[in-house]
């Protein structure tokens, strides 16, 4: 391994190292060191902040973790009586999911979640580490259950109904954020989910605004689009569907116009970027691009479960691609057109290749 590495895998291990303990570990002098970190801040791979080193390569997903349960039907769905179906279980939750597609897309990703003290917490850090994601980060709540998700889906893919049992988030408070504060303020992005209580959400939207870290905000449900504060000031970007849009902009939409004036009411809050969902219909895009609607990418449907989370991931990696808004948002698409043809919360087939190929090349 080269010295760049070694001093890069340290500092994401223990961004507030000191420059002497650095030395001390590579067994180097402090001035080999010194010239090592210069050349790195110079590339671009890390730099300085009030807590230390800040690896640049590394994105902290913050949010739920669940299991992913999911209910086949076999045949249409007949409401009031027996219905033949299928069951799948795997790892799920919204930054769980974001954090597994953006590794599979080649970034370092730390997940920060709560789990409970359970077999079902325990096989889902075990899963989710052998997708190389850092998870040493995971709050293990003792005496709570972990967090479940079950969907109800038509035998087309679509979803009916789902049920969410995540209360186990309402046991992470702003002072245990408080006290990862370091690994947050160390990472080059952060991608939260409202999973979170209004506190929390709160604590973080504010903490990232006054220490200048990139935020993107991924708003999860109709019901948990409410628990965001009225000022927004710093998000880097509001990803949503239709319903939280709604939510967030207080108004109903239901032509192209309306989206338009939505963004705009979510950009008085404070927010840079605005993307709402339309499903089969692409995305509305708002920001310091325009206003467009771009169209989905023709797919044969399998199953929709987690092909938001995937839009995140892809939309994040166009960003730090250095692509236009426009065409994160593409390979956003491009992602969850992927994820779409699969039974799967997280499409094995995802890598950076194939999004250049859906969107046109880089």
């Not at 349960?69 to 299928?86: D, E, H, M, V």
């Not at 990703?109 to 359970?118: F, S, Y």
């Not at 850090?125 to 995971?138: A, C, H, L, M």
């Not at 199953?303 to 994040?316: L, R």
Request: proline share 2%; glycine share 8%; net charge neutral.
């Amino acid at each position: 391994m080269d010295k760049e590495q070694q001093i890069l895998d340290i500092i994401r291990a223990n961004p507030t190292i000191s420059q002497l303990d650095l030395a001390k570990k590579v067994g180097v002098s402090s001035s080999v060191i010194a010239s090592y970190l210069a050349t790195l801040v110079k590339k671009g791979r890390i730099k300085r902040n009030a807590y230390g080193f800040s690896d640049r390569s590394t994105i902290i997903c913050i949010g739920g973790a669940n299991i992913d349960r999911k209910i086949y039907g076999k045949q249409k769905l007949l409401f009031g009586t027996s219905n033949p179906a299928t069951l799948s279980e795997s790892c799920g939750g919204v930054a769980r999911n974001i954090s597994e597609n953006l590794s599979r897309l080649g970034f370092d990703v730390i997940l920060l979640t709560g789990v409970g003290d359970d077999k079902e917490g325990q096989w889902l850090i075990e899963e989710t580490k052998k997708q190389g994601i850092d998870v040493s980060q995971v709050w293990s709540l003792e005496g709570k259950r972990t967090g479940t998700y079950t969907a109800l889906l038509e035998y087309d893919g679509e979803m009916v109904i789902s049920f969410a049992n995540m209360e186990i988030y309402e046991d992470i408070t702003s002072g245990m954020i408080e006290k990862k504060w370091r690994h947050i303020a160390s990472a080059f992005m952060v991608v939260l989910d409202t999973n979170l209580s209004p506190d929390c959400l709160a604590y973080i939207i504010e903490r990232c605004r006054k220490e200048e870290i990139p935020l993107y905000i991924n708003l999860v449900s109709f019901e948990k689009a409410k628990r965001l504060p009225s000022c927004l000031q710093g998000v880097e970007a509001i990803l949503s569907n239709r319903e939280e849009a709604e939510v967030l902009s207080n108004m109903k939409i239901e032509t192209v116009e309306d989206y338009r004036s939505a963004a705009l009411n979510i950009h008085a809050q404070g927010v840079k970027q605005v993307v709402i969902t339309l499903g089969k219909d692409g995305i509305f895009y708002s920001g310091t691009e325009g206003n467009i609607h771009i169209p989905s990418i023709k797919t044969d449907v399998i199953d929709v479960t987690g092909a938001g989370d995937s839009f995140v991931a892809g939309f994040v990696f166009g960003i730090l691609q250095k692509n236009t808004m426009i065409k994160a948002c593409k390979l956003g698409l491009a992602a969850a057109h992927l994820t779409l043809q699969t039974k799967d919360s997280v499409s094995t087939e995802l890598n950076k290749s194939k999004l250049y190929t859906l969107v046109g090349g880089e």
